[in-house]
């Protein structure tokens, strides 16, 4: 059985959105349950949960992959660059600003941490979102021949 463009790109949505989804959800957990990082969220003390629920936070990393393909593929002709990979890398940069930047700059503002950790989670959530935005470049080249 052929299938049509459509159902292909249906497809292609779908394993790719689950996949960066998962891709996700394993980077949050090296870059969260570390040794390093774990000495490091002692600064948020008692109001720091003493387990997560690895169940919700797959489901929500998922999701998260679901919605980033989809403003991914809706913003992809307005991305810098002239590939998929540059334009990924882009994407990744703004996700980082919106998503990062932010909550750190909140969290300076808000709550006597180092400022260790708050580079700590720059620097970590530059390079996940730069993995996931090329994965995304990678893995959705609108427009070009694969």
Do not use: C, H
Not at 19 to 30: E, H, K, Q, W
Not at 59 to 64: N, Q, S
């Amino acid at each position: 059985m052929k299938l049509s463009r459509i159902e292909v790109s249906r497809i292609r949505y779908v394993s790719v959105s689950i996949t960066s989804g998962v891709l996700f959800a394993i980077m949050d957990g090296l870059i969260n349950a570390n040794p390093y990082a774990q000495t490091m969220y002692e600064a948020y003390g008692a109001i720091m949960k003493t387990e997560v629920d690895m169940v919700s936070g797959i489901t929500i990393d998922v999701a998260y992959g679901f919605i980033m393909v989809g403003v991914f593929l809706y913003l992809y002709a307005a991305l810098p660059g002239t590939t998929g990979p540059i334009k990924g890398a882009g994407f990744g940069i703004m996700v980082w600003f919106f998503r990062v930047v932010m909550s750190v700059a909140s969290a300076w503002m808000m709550f006597n941490v180092p400022a260790s950790l708050l580079i700590y989670t720059l620097a970590a959530g530059l390079a996940e979102m730069l993995v996931l935005g090329i994965f995304l470049g990678l893995n959705l080249n609108v427009g070009e021949k694969t």
